[in-house]
């Protein structure tokens, strides 16, 4: 779907992202864009998506490799993306749009070997609770710590990790890391 071709669209309902995103080429290809900053040609993207698949360098990629996933992005997904509003492309040239710099919220990505946050942050919680609850039936000593010393550590426990998932969750978005999710 060229520039000139392209329809208006209303903006994707939550499900329709998610159905977008379903699709590990499509990832891809929002991760390669956003890395590149720039145009990319519809070679090169389908050379780093097959590259990807196959987890090889580019320059191990077969013909029939590249041509396979080239096809699919021309045939299938490319157009998917361009009628979401997602991507612009105009013959060889695949750009990202507006709207696709707003899709990280939609990807919550876990590095390998840790936990989701929302599980962490019930953990805190569950931790938090029986604290506070000791100090006030006075399980917890308060001799050392006074109660509102107490409060503050759960309160510096809850801040510190908010910035540790801030952190994290713009260093995993897509285009950010090497590997796309």
């Not at 919550?108 to 604290?131: C, N, Q, T």
Request: with cysteine; aromatic share 10%.
């Amino acid at each position: 779907m060229s520039l000139t071709d392209q329809r208006k669209y209303t903006r994707p309902e939550k499900d329709e992202l998610y159905d977008l995103l379903s699709n590990h080429r499509r990832r891809y290809v929002i991760h390669f864009c956003k890395q590149a900053d720039e145009p990319v040609s519809l070679s090169d993207l389908a050379e780093k998506v097959a590259a990807r698949e196959q987890d090889k360098p580019v320059a191990e990629l077969t013909s029939a490799e590249r041509k396979r996933v080239y096809t699919s992005l021309q045939q299938t997904h490319l157009d998917r993306l361009a009628e979401a509003g997602m991507v612009h492309y105009d013959g060889d040239e695949i750009e990202l749009t507006e709207d696709a710099t707003e899709l990280d919220v939609y990807l919550d990505v876990v590095p390998e070997g840790s936990i989701p946050w929302g599980v962490y942050y019930f953990g805190v919680s569950v931790l938090s609770a029986v604290v506070l609850g000791g100090v006030w039936v006075g399980f917890v000593p308060t001799e050392t710590v006074p109660e509102l010393g107490w409060a503050a550590i759960v309160l510096l426990i809850f801040f510190v990790s908010s910035v540790a998932q801030v952190l994290q969750n713009r260093q995993y978005r897509l285009g950010n890391i090497d590997d796309p999710p």
